[in-house]
């Protein structure tokens, strides 16, 4: 109780006695701070007088009007925004010289009176600040400073002070933002003011007169802020509080013991459930330190491997499930994880405790602890020998399609084949019968003979090629990659190229630079591509003319590619077709299956290239596909052309080569 007593009364005088602490601190500061601004006022003042002073000297030691002369008029005008002009008057109040247009009746009679007390008494003079109406009826205050030479007078410098600009540029932009300022006289006529916070309160204030000769000016400051309140510090507010604040610890503490029973119980299931969740999920989970100590497996790992978790915690490498054939590549990738992509992962073999390999996709990051520092690294690895069998069997059905797609395409090619054949083979024939006849007749002739064999030969020849390039087609095989030259795969598959432009009536006319660097391809799957590309285009210009029948292919080098594109002149791709042109399944021919562009994708892209198409600017189609060289640094760029023979039938309507 006693104590209750002794704290009321300090209850009681501490807000007072803080309010007129306060009170008084904030006055002290605003004189403090109003001496500082009038000091800095007077200091330009003085500036402006002395810059002045030393003008009025080049003036009394040559009184010309020099170039020199006005460009130190002007400087000292632009470098101080708070002078309006500078004017020079002779002896006689004439202009000699003013930095803006200038007439003596503009200036205020208070400023010619000033002017006149400078002259009689010798000294400088300001003038009473005056109002200027040709100024806006802005209020302006000239300083006079009177020219003698030889104590005979020769004229002034009036330089003209804007009282608005004085306080705009001169007093700090932190003290106008808390406190109204104005310049006034002894009679309270204001003659210039700013309040950028807002007008001032007449709770502080303070005014300090600036002496000026010939005019008293006084400094106003007038602060925004207001008287401060009892409790502004709050102080007492803390001290009252304080027995409350005691209260609400205790129960803050109890508060926090309840709440920290709940995260032990909550971090108790969050474990229970990362256990099960770990134990269920499929993915193996693995945690090694920083030296590469296995220090945690999750049961889908284990199950993975075919080890126990006591068997793996603790191991370094080589790990007991490295495949012997990997861990050089295993010790690599320990050794520099931290340069793989986490993000993509990467693939591995592992082995199996009874010795089979797993194949396994593994994703791996660093493992951060609360501080940010690594402390290991964090491992997910996928069993991906489902998504292996997945790719083998895609492949095989990839192949399947290949095939198929190139028996349909000389069932299509099956007609033209029987009338090729058949022509050699008539000729075989008619060419045997005439030898024979000359055996049975007795009149065996060897020269007459020899032209009729000869004929036989390059006929069946002829037949043999048409067979071959059949055969080779269409012979199922493993893909296989090497580096050709594309001359020798268009001089394979120039017959079958021949006989689909034959049944049609269309010419021709292939374009191929020499030499052309080689390529890295399977001759069979690439002859397929440029097969399907040629027939698509044949059968595009069917309904034209027949000397608008012109088949085009051009083989060149870009870059560091070889660009083959195949041109025809049909009707172009509608665009609603253009949309789904390489969709597996989807064909504009009644009779067929939809994968040919689909598969000619494919295989392209297979070889690292592209396959694309655009509108032929002469109407129709080109189609393009890239493959990248074999060897590009060793192949220099040249656009020297070579025709290709095409020995194309004679009686087409248009059989060209290019060059």
């Keep these: 109780m006693l104590m209750a007593i002794l704290i009321l009364p300090v209850l009681i005088l501490l807000p007072w006695q803080s309010q007129k ?46 170039e020199q002369l006005k460009e130190r008029f002007s400087d000292l005008i632009e470098s101080h925004p708070e002078l309006q002009q500078l004017v020079w008057l002779d002896a ?63 004229g002034s410098l009036v330089l003209t002070y804007k009282m608005s600009v004085i306080l705009e540029n001169m007093v700090p932009w932190w003290f106008a933002k808390d406190n109204q300022i104005s310049l006034s006289d002894l009679d309270d006529n204001v003659f210039a003011q700013r309040s950028d916070g807002g007008y001032g309160r007449n709770v502080y204030t303070h005014s300090r007169s600036l002496n000026l000769s010939g005019v008293n000016l006084i400094l106003k400051t007038n602060s925004i802020k207001e008287a401060p309140k009892l409790l502004s510090n709050y102080l007492v507010a803390a001290v009252v509080l304080m027995g409350l604040g005691l209260l609400w610890s205790l129960w803050a503490l109890w508060r926090d013991i309840l709440r920290r029973q709940a995260a032990e119980t909550a971090l108790r299931e969050q474990i229970a459930f990362r256990s099960a969740m770990e134990k269920s999920v499929v993915t193996g989970l693995r945690v090694r330190s920083m030296d590469g100590e296995l220090v945690y497996v999750n049961q889908a790992f284990c199950d993975m491997v075919g080890y126990r978790e006591d068997q793996l915690l603790g191991q370094k490498a080589p790990m007991v499930f490295w495949a012997s054939e990997a861990i050089e590549s295993y010790k690599k990738r320990s050794s520099n994880s931290s340069n793989y992509d986490s993000l993509n992962g990467f693939e591995t073999v592992y082995k199996h405790a009874d010795g089979h390999r797993i194949p396994v996709l593994i994703y791996e990051s660093a493992l951060l602890n609360d501080d940010g520092e690594q402390t290991g690294w964090m491992g997910s690895i996928l069993d991906i020998s489902e998504r292996k069998k997945s790719e083998q069997v895609l492949r095989e059905h990839e192949e399947r399609l290949e095939s198929s797609a190139r028996l349909a395409t000389m069932g299509e090619l099956a007609s033209v084949m029987a009338h090729e054949l058949n022509q050699p083979l008539a000729a075989i024939s008619s060419y045997a019968t005439g030898a024979l006849n000359m055996m049975k007749s007795g009149n065996l002739d060897a020269e007459m003979l020899q032209p009729a064999l000869t004929q036989m030969q390059n006929q069946a020849q002829r037949a043999g090629q048409i ?29 079958l190229i021949k006989l689909q432009a034959k049944s049609y009536l269309i010419g021709v006319e292939i374009y191929i630079d020499d030499p052309l660097p080689d390529v890295l391809v399977d001759a069979i799957s690439l002859e397929q591509v440029i097969l399907n590309l040629t027939r698509n285009a044949l059968q ?59 598969i000619c994708r494919t295989i392209i892209e297979f070889h690292g290239g592209q396959l694309t198409y655009r509108d032929n600017p002469n109407g129709g189609t080109i189609f393009s596909f890239t493959l990248p060289l074999a060897n590009p640094q060793a192949h220099a760029q040249t656009d020297t052309p070579i025709d290709l023979p095409t020995e194309l039938p004679t009686d087409l309507p248009t059989d060209t080569q290019k060059g």
């Design 21 to 66: 602490i306060e009170f008084r601190n904030r006055q002290e500061q605003l004189i403090a701070d109003t001496l500082w601004v009038e000091q800095g006022i007077r200091f330009h003042l003085l500036r402006n007088e002395e810059n002045l002073r030393f003008l009025g000297d080049t003036i009394i030691a040559n009184s010309k009007v020099s």
């Design 92 to 154: 006689n109040d004439h202009v000699r010289y003013s930095t803006r247009e200038f007439k003596l009746d503009d200036m205020s009679p208070l400023s010619q009176e000033a002017i006149e007390h400078a002259r009689e008494s010798r000294t400088p003079q300001y003038s009473e600040p005056a109002v200027q109406e040709a100024q806006d009826r802005a209020i302006f205050m000239d300083y006079h400073l009177p020219l003698f030479k030889d104590d005979q007078y020769i």
């Design 467 to 495: 067979i071959r390039s059949v055969h080779g087609f269409v012979a199922k095989r493993e893909p296989n990659r090497v580096p050709l030259q594309l001359m020798a795969i268009f001089n394979s598959i120039l017959p």
């Design 540 to 598: 595009a210009m069917q309904e034209l003319t027949l000397t608008q029948r012109i088949l085009q292919i051009e083989v060149k080098r870009v870059d560091n590619y070889v660009l083959t594109e195949v041109i025809d002149h049909g009707t172009g791709i509608p665009p609603e077709v253009a949309e789904r042109l390489f969709s597996p399944f989807f064909s504009t021919k009644s009779e067929g299956m939809g994968m040919g562009l689909n």
